[in-house]
């Protein structure tokens, strides 16, 4: 089962922030039907990032190429994730972690402190929940596989 972790270029993560405060008027918030609880939760963003961005995102990753779903959340003032998996749409996936903060990702085997840049690309098996935050801002992403 896999689990990665890496750390992208900051220049990257600021692209892809610029990118996003440029758009995010046009986001809807999608939040009541997820499992995010106080925050915001945007639909499916992947149109807004080219390939060259997206290779750069996940850390030079063949995977970038099967990348089918991007949404971007923002929590606010003790947002969380309640524990849920992507089994049901997609293989893999990643959080990319666009700035510091507090709430860490809760995975059974490991605990990851959100730090701008970390790429967490993962078995979308895997159980995780995001806990109680301050102003924690990611990208979450579904990737299929190759052979799929």
Known sequence: MLFYTTKIKNETVDKIV???EKNK???IDESSTTATVKGFQSGNIENIFDNTLKKQMLDNQCLYQDIFHIHYIEYFNQGYQEEHNHSNTE?????LYLNDSIGDTVFPHKIIQPKKGLLVIF???FMHK???SLNK???VGAIKAKNK
């Open 18 to 20: 610029d990118l996003i």
């Open 137 to 139: 801002k990611v990208l």
């Open 91 to 95: 293989e893999y996936s990643f959080i």
């Open 123 to 125: 078995d979308s098996r």
């Open 130 to 132: 995001g806990k109680k």
């Open 25 to 27: 008027i046009n986001f």
